[in-house]
């Protein structure tokens, strides 16, 4: 990948993130909820598969989402083990969205998106926008 191709990377993050979080604050509602939770899919697949580009250009191996949030988490990119925590949870709610539609688990995932989700999304895209491809 190019650097000119990281930093559009970079932008993509951004303004997912920014989608994400502009939504979170609307009162909810079944459309809302939806809407979250598409653009919670999708910030997170942009921010783990970034993560992942710049961790392999320093030369580590991650495979797929979790060791590459756990190797994010070694590097310092996750601040703390709670959060490290906090971001698996994050990555189960992931893969629970790409099931069957339910009503209580799209319910659940929503408030784990408004009250930790995002925030935390948030904050990695910000650590993502500081990241230089050398």
């Known amino acids: 990948?190019?650097?000119?191709?990281?930093?559009?990377?970079?932008a993509e993050v951004r303004n997912?993130?920014?989608?994400?979080?502009?939504?979170?604050?609307?009162?909810?509602?079944?459309?809302?909820?939806?809407?979250?939770?598409?653009?919670?899919?999708f910030s997170f697949e942009l921010?783990?598969?970034?993560?992942?580009?710049y961790l392999e250009r320093?030369?580590?191996?991650?495979?797929?989402?979790?060791?590459?949030?756990?190797?994010?988490?070694?590097?310092g990119l996750i601040a703390t083990a709670e959060e490290a925590d906090v971001w698996l949870q994050i990555l189960d709610d992931?893969?629970?969205t790409s099931h069957a539609y339910d009503e209580a688990l799209a319910?659940?995932?929503?408030?784990?998106?408004?009250?930790?989700?995002?925030?935390l999304l948030g904050a990695l895209a910000g650590k993502i926008q500081t990241l230089a491809w050398d």
């Open 1 to 10: 990948m190019s650097k000119e191709r990281f930093i559009e990377r970079q």
């Open 16 to 41: 997912a993130v920014a989608r994400l979080q502009e939504a979170v604050v609307q009162p909810e509602s079944p459309i809302v909820r939806d809407a979250v939770i598409q653009r919670f899919e």
């Open 47 to 53: 921010v783990w598969k970034t993560l992942k580009l």
């Open 58 to 75: 320093q030369g580590y191996e991650c495979g797929g989402p979790r060791p590459t949030l756990k190797k994010a988490f070694a590097e």
């Open 94 to 96: 992931r893969n629970l």
């Open 107 to 119: 319910a659940r995932i929503y408030q784990h998106v408004v009250q930790d989700s995002s925030a």
